[in-house]
Nanobody, 123 residues
Framework: QVQLVESGGGLVQAGGSLRLSCSAS????????MGWFRQAPGKGREFVAT????????YYADFTKGRFTISRDNAKNTVYLHMDGLRPEDTAVYYC????????????????WGQGTQVTVSS
């Protein structure tokens, strides 16, 4: 089992920045890739970005358009999501996820999930 804990959410004005962190514990040697998803009120869970745990390959949703950057620190078992140019439509609960295999952008393909962290962007 892998446990994931997110942090770093909060309230920010439009145009501002936030960095989300996700710390992994437990069977971290089984992790193949990690990802970020988000869910706004009344909407489904939406893919944001994913990163390979070993090779560092990444993949982003189109809406990130260079505003978001995913990175990892294997020594700390932590993945980050740096978000710049935040918009009110980025308001959502952001979830960290992990899976045993390579990059994926569909939520059902992830085996482990954090509890989520709220990001609110005011206009």
């Amino acid at each position: 089992q892998v446990q994931l804990v997110e942090s770093g959410g909060g309230l920010v004005q439009a145009g501002g920045s936030l960095r989300l962190s996700c710390s992994a514990s437990g069977r971290t040697d089984s992790i193949g890739s990690m990802g970020w998803f988000r869910q706004a009120p009344g909407k489904g869970r939406e893919f944001v970005a994913t990163i390979s745990w070993s090779g560092g390959g990444t993949y982003y949703a189109d809406f990130t358009k260079g505003r978001f950057t995913i990175s990892r620190d294997n020594a700390k078992n932590t993945v980050y999501l740096h978000m710049d140019g935040l918009r009110p439509e980025d308001t959502a609960v952001y979830y960290c996820a992990a899976r045993d295999y390579s990059l994926a952008y569909v939520a059902i393909d992830y085996h482990y999930w954090g509890q989520g962290t709220q990001v609110t962007v005011s206009s």
